[in-house]
Structure formats: structure tokens, C-alpha cells
């Protein structure tokens, strides 16, 4: 894979969209003054045909490629944006914005409430996967954009484009959804509401209103951090990373962290609570065990894709993920085939786990590939 | 192009739904698109194949085709295209009948057991046949179901399909009609194709169909 060159254009910014176009919220209310932030690679041809947004997952956001403004590392999908990379920004516009609830720039609970002028905390309204959506079909749309060559993404962002395939059908050409589901199961939410927990047992956590008092449940969070990674990759991976080796020479017969895994993991919660907010992950948590997109069909997921016949499928999953297992993706696939949507479906074997939608999975590049070819020449 | 593939683009009514299940790297479908501008789907079990198959625009599902008809809607396609497979199929029976569940009309093709090379060898040799149609041993074949044509015509009885059209087909040369109820053509016909129909009742929807697809 050729990794040289620069990126064409880049872009990026918050988009405002002030009291007059307030975001209707899926829980009944709405929500005013909304800020979206977004970047971009790439440049909008003249007919606005090349547009792809990307939907990112639960703790990811709008810095797919480049450098992260806050962590310094690089951006989550380097291996599928970039010169020579299945999305090229020579050819497509690449567009990727922070989910509403986040905290990387778009309104979140973090956000200052304008009513107020304090940070909203647990004032701020449950939102949906359908309520991040939303948010992004009024960016794309006052960017001019009325219909996205294809909505791309993986995990939570794997929902937003089902999503977008139940509710915007006519603005899409494709989807690509990656190791995702078109529900939340009941271990998916047992396991998050582990996170929440440990969020909510924090004594900084302060009933969510830790800002106000100048502190952060740093504690709890890297706690949640530390039990969600454990699902992100599998048995074998551990083992093949880590086996039982350990930290130093002999065991400290104590609760130090003796074990590798344990530093590893102590380390991932400890970066994660620099870059993320509590209250957003309860809030993000909380939309993807909401996620059931068949339920507004009577528990009929083909019925959420009857409308969608006419844009192209391509799900992808892998066979270590137990956090959304193949038997989701085919679930997605059967209820597709139902609603004769074009629908193409892949298992790729690999012993990553969850996060192998992130790692190098040459057999997933290959197919995005020659999918995304076939979006962009109309084959 | 391969024989059986220039009987079925021409057996292929123009601009119809066909389900080509076990489609490798999609060669016929891209025929059919192309040539018969039809509306193409296919199922593949090889993670390579189906990567190939979407580098080519089509859509394809990877599966098997003794697990994953059962998710396809009733009647669903015109066509259903299953190409040198069923012998390989653990219960050729069910697959048989699911394809006529989903398609209007199946289109089948398999080695004939009842070739005269086939009995020569095990009659000369008395070992399992190792032919030009057939060419690996017992021991690592995926043919787990050979049938003779005289047995596949049998199955179409029991099942009650109707033959609107069958075909020997020989390496190399065109397409040859035959009247498969005639027993030399069990042994001439190297493989054959059958273009099949249900006979009776309309198929009813499996339970897992009625879940999953409300109706």
C-alpha cells in the first residue's frame, strides 16, 4: 500500500446552526444552538457527487486521519483515508464530524447551556443514534450536499449508517458498515452499564456536575476504559500479547500492577480519561443501548430497510468479535436481502477481536477497496 | 467462456432477478449483467472470492448453500443458479427444494455419476473414479453427494419439479438437449443441466421467514 504523498486539501471547523434550527431530539425535545464539529479531506466536485461521510465510534471522533489535536497520535483510519488508500482524498470528499454528546467540539454535556452559562451535565438531553444522525444529515445538508456518494463506518458509527439507511435512503448511495449490529444485546448493555457505574461510583463524578466544581471521576472513567478495552479484543489476542508475562522480576505479592496486562491496561484507562469526558460517555453509552432499529418497525428490521432498495450494502465482520459477533452482521445481511436492498456481506477471519475494524486487516482494505471502486465508477 | 455458463446465459430470460449461489469470483453474473442485463445477486463461501466478486460491483453474500438459503424471501428471484455444487452439499435434498422456494426456476448442473467413464474406471479398476469430471480421491473430494443423472431425475420426481429444459454437457463442446427420462444419456452425458420449475403448490414461507420478515 503506497503511504507517501500529502493530502490534497484539508479542512475542518465547527459548524453553528443558532436558535433558529434546533436539533428534534428523538426523546421528545430539541435542542438549540447546536455546534457540530467536522473535518474534511479532500475537495467537493463541482455537481457535490464525491461526498463520503464516515461515522465514528463510541470514544473516536472527527480526526480519522492526520494527527489528533489532543493525543498527538494518528488519526483512527489512516489505513483507509489517504493517498493510495481506499478512500483517496483525489478522488473523494471525506467527511467526518464529532457525534452530538460528544466532547471533541460538537454540543455535548460538556457544552456551556445557554439558559444557564454553566456546563448542561446531566441536564443535557438523552440522545439517540438516530439523534446524532440528524445532526449530521443538517451538516451535510448546509454544506449543500444533498446526496452522499456513501456513509462509511465501524462499531457505534456501523449504527449511525444503518441508521442513515432507515431514515435518509434518498440521500445515500452506499453503505459500509463494519463490525456493528442493528441492536443492542443484552450484554452489550450489561457491559456498559459496568462503565456507567464506575463512572457514577467516583466521588468527583458529583452527580455529573464534576465541572462545576473543578474536578474530573478520572477514577471511574479509566475504570469503564479499562473493562470496555477487555471487549474490544479477544482472548487470543491477549494471549498472543501478553500471555503471563510479567511487569518485573517476580511477583510483588501484593496488588501492584505484577502482570503486563495490568500495566497495559492500567495505561489505556489512564490515556483515555486525558481525552474524553465522563458525562459524554454515559450520554454515548446510553444512545447505543437505545440502538434497536428495527423497533420502530413492530421488531421487523427488513421493514427499516424497505425504503433503502436502492442503495448498496457492504457489511463486514470478524470472526474474534464477541462484543458484535458475525451472527449481528448476518442478522443485518438477512433483514437486507428481505427488503431486496443490494447487499454484500463478508466474514474476515482474524484473532483481533472488536477492534480488528481498526488494525491491519488487509482482507477487510481489499474488499473496502473494491467495494468503494465500484461506488465511485457506478459499476 | 465455459459451457455450462453459455447454456445458462442463454437459457436466461433478459433483465430478471437471478441468485447465483456458489458464485466464486463472479464470472457468470458479470455475464448476466452484462449480456442479459439482469438484477444479480450471488452467495460464496470463499472470503477471497467474495472480496473479488465486490471488486467487481456485485453483490454478494458470503454463505453456504446448506445454511443460508433459508434467509432468502420467498420467491425472492426468477432464477436460482447453482453451478457444479449440489454434489458437494450435505443435504442436496433441502437445497434442491430451497432454490424453488426462492426462485421462480433453478437452474442446476452436476457431473453425472453415471458416466461410462466413471462406471469403466470403477468397474476396470474397482477403486473409487478418478475421471477428468471428477478428478480427486475419495479421500479429499468435496463431492460428499454424487448422483447420477438417472437419480437427479428421480429427486425432480420425489420433489415434484417440473424439467422445462435439460442438457449434457461435455468439455469443449456446445450444449447437447436431452430428454434425461432416456437412460442412454446417463451414460453419455459427462454433466448435466437442468432448468427446473415447481410442478404443485406455491412454497410456503419457513418460521424463521415469518419472524423475520413479517409476513
Known amino acids: 500500500m503506497d503511504s507517501g504523498g500529502a493530502i490534497t486539501a484539508e479542512d475542518g471547523g465547527t459548524w453553528a446552526f443558532g436558535p433558529a434550527a434546533p436539533l428534534r431530539l428523538d426523546s421528545g425535545g430539541q435542542l438549540a444552538n447546536v455546534e457540530i464539529a467536522w473535518r474534511s479531506w479532500g475537495t467537493l466536485n463541482a455537481d457535490k457527487s464525491n461526498a463520503v461521510l464516515i461515522c465514528h465510534a463510541l470514544t473516536l471522533d472527527q480526526h480519522v486521519a492526520g494527527t489528533h489535536p489532543v493525543s498527538g497520535k494518528e488519526g483512527w483510519w489512516t489505513r483507509l483515508v489517504g493517498p493510495g488508500r481506499p478512500l483517496d482524498p483525489a478522488d473523494w470528499f471525506i467527511l467526518c464530524s464529532n457525534v452530538v454528546g460528544g466532547c471533541m467540539g460538537s454540543t455535548g454535556p460538556g457544552s456551556i447551556d445557554p439558559a444557564t452559562g454553566a456546563p448542561y451535565g446531566l441536564t443535557f438531553p438523552v440522545i439517540t443514534i438516530g439523534d446524532m444522525v440528524r445532526a449530521q444529515a443538517m451538516l451535510v445538508e448546509a454544506m449543500g450536499i444533498s446526496k452522499l456518494a456513501a456513509v462509511v463506518g465501524g462499531s457505534m458509527g456501523g449504527m449511525q449508517v444503518l441508521q442513515w439507511a432507515a431514515d435518509y435512503p434518498e440521500r445515500i448511495g452506499a453503505c459500509v458498515c463494519v463490525a456493528s449490529a442493528a441492536r443492542h444485546s443484552a450484554q452489550n448493555i450489561a457491559l456498559h452499564e459496568v462503565g456507567r457505574q464506575a463512572v457514577m461510583a467516583d466521588p468527583d463524578w458529583r452527580g455529573g456536575a464534576y465541572a462545576r466544581d473543578g474536578v474530573r471521576p478520572e477514577k471511574g472513567l479509566a475504570v469503564a476504559r479499562m473493562a470496555a478495552h477487555i471487549t474490544y479484543l479477544s482472548e487470543a489476542a491477549l494471549q498472543r500479547k501478553f500471555g503471563r508475562e510479567l511487569q518485573n522480576d517476580g511477583l510483588s505479592w501484593g496488588f501492584d500492577a505484577d502482570f503486563q496486562v495490568e500495566s497495559y491496561l492500567r495505561h489505556q484507562g489512564g490515556a483515555f480519561v486525558n481525552r474524553f469526558d465522563a458525562n459524554s460517555y454515559l450520554y454515548i453509552t446510553r444512545a447505543m443501548d437505545y440502538f434497536d432499529l428495527a423497533a420502530p418497525h413492530g421488531g421487523v428490521l427488513a421493514e427499516a430497510f424497505r425504503p433503502a432498495r436502492n442503495v448498496k450494502f457492504c457489511v463486514l465482520s470478524f470472526t474474534s468479535d464477541w462484543l458484535y459477533p458475525t451472527p449481528e452482521s448476518r442478522h443485518i445481511v438477512r433483514a437486507l436481502n428481505a427488503a431486496g436492498a443490494r447487499a454484500s456481506f463478508l466474514e474476515i477471519e482474524s484473532d483481533k477481536g472488536h477492534d480488528a475494524f481498526l488494525l491491519d486487516e488487509p482482507v477487510m482494505d481489499s474488499a473496502l477497496r473494491g467495494f468503494l471502486d465500484s461506488v465511485r465508477t457506478g459499476r | ?215
Open chain 2, 1 to 215: 467462456m465455459r459451457e455450462d455458463f453459455r447454456e445458462i446465459l442463454r437459457l436466461v430470460r433478459p433483465g430478471t432477478r437471478v441468485l447465483d449461489v456458489g458464485c466464486g469470483e463472479g464470472e457468470l453474473l458479470e455475464l448476466l449483467s452484462r449480456e442479459k442485463s439482469v438484477d444479480g445477486r450471488g452467495v460464496e463461501l470463499e472470503a477471497q472470492n467474495v472480496s473479488a466478486c465486490l471488486a467487481r460491483g456485485l453483490a454478494v453474500v458470503q454463505g453456504d448453500a446448506d445454511r443460508d438459503l433459508d434467509h432468502f424471501p420467498t420467491k425472492a428471484f426468477d432464477y436460482a443458479v447453482l453451478s457444479q455444487t449440489l454434489q458437494a452439499t450435505r443435504n442436496p435434498r433441502h437445497v434442491l427444494s430451497e432454490l424453488l422456494r426462492i426462485a421462480d426456476q433453478a437452474i442446476v448442473s452436476f457431473p453425472n455419476f453415471g458416466h461410462w467413464r466413471v462406471r469403466w474406471s470403477l468397474l476396470t479398476r474397482g477403486r473409487m473414479p478418478e475421471t477428468r469430471a471428477l478428478p480427486e480421491p475419495w479421500w479429499s473430494t468435496p463431492n460428499i453427494h454424487l448422483c447420477s443423472l438417472a437419480d437427479f431425475a428421480a429427486l425432480t420426481d420425489d420433489l415434484d419439479l417440473r424439467v422445462d429444459h435439460a442438457a449434457a454437457l461435455v468439455r469443449g463442446q456446445a450444449a447437447r438437449p436431452i430428454d434425461p427420462g432416456r437412460g442412454i444419456e446417463n451414460w453419455r452425458a459427462e454433466n448435466a443441466l437442468f432448468l427446473l420449475s415447481r410442478r404443485g403448490a406455491e412454497p410456503e414461507p419457513t418460521g424463521e421467514q415469518r419472524d423475520l420478515f413479517g409476513a
